[in-house]
C-alpha cells in the first residue's frame, strides 16, 4: 500500500491571519535589509570608495579652492534614515497588499473553487 494521500480545497483565507503573518515577514525581511545597508556602508566607508568618489567630482568640476565632501552627503545617518524610511513604507504595503489579496481571494474562491492542494504522507 502506497502512502496515503489527502486532496483538499482552500476555500477562505483569514484576513487576519494573512496579515500578521505578512507584517512578521515583512518586518523581518526589513531588519536584513538594514542591516545589508549598514554592512554595505561601512565596506563602501572603509575601502575608501566614498573618499574617491569626492575626489574624482572636484577633478571633474576642476574646483582648487574648495572641495566636494561626498561623505557628507551620503552620511552614515543619512542614508540608515533613507533605509528606515523605506523599510517602515515596504512594511505598511506588504501587510495591507496581503490582507488586500485575501480578501480577493475569499472573493474569487465563488468563481474559481478554491485551491486544491494534495497532501501526502512519506512511508
Known amino acids: 500500500m502506497?502512502?496515503?494521500?489527502?486532496?483538499?480545497?482552500?476555500t477562505r483565507?483569514?484576513?487576519?491571519s494573512v496579515m500578521k503573518t505578512a507584517f512578521?515577514?515583512?518586518?523581518?525581511?526589513?531588519?536584513v535589509v538594514l542591516v545589508a545597508v549598514a554592512l554595505l556602508w561601512w565596506t563602501l566607508s572603509v575601502t575608501g570608495v566614498f573618499d574617491a568618489v569626492g575626489r574624482t567630482v572636484d577633478d571633474v568640476?576642476?574646483?582648487?579652492?574648495?572641495?566636494?565632501?561626498?561623505?557628507?552627503?551620503?552620511?552614515?545617518?543619512?542614508?540608515?534614515?533613507?533605509?528606515?524610511?523605506?523599510?517602515?513604507?515596504?512594511?505598511?504595503?506588504?501587510?495591507?497588499?496581503?490582507?488586500?489579496f485575501a480578501f480577493l481571494y475569499n472573493l474569487s474562491v465563488g468563481l474559481t473553487g478554491g485551491l486544491e492542494v494534495t497532501l501526502s504522507e512519506d512511508s
Open 61 to 100: 568640476a576642476g574646483s582648487t579652492t574648495s572641495s566636494f565632501d561626498f561623505l557628507s552627503l551620503v552620511g552614515f545617518s543619512r542614508v540608515m534614515g533613507v533605509a528606515l524610511v523605506l523599510a517602515a513604507i515596504e512594511i505598511v504595503l506588504v501587510s495591507a497588499l496581503a490582507t488586500l
Open 13 to 16: 483565507l483569514d484576513p487576519w
Open 2 to 10: 502506497g502512502p496515503r494521500r489527502a486532496r483538499l480545497l482552500v
Open 24 to 31: 512578521m515577514l515583512s518586518v523581518s525581511l526589513a531588519v
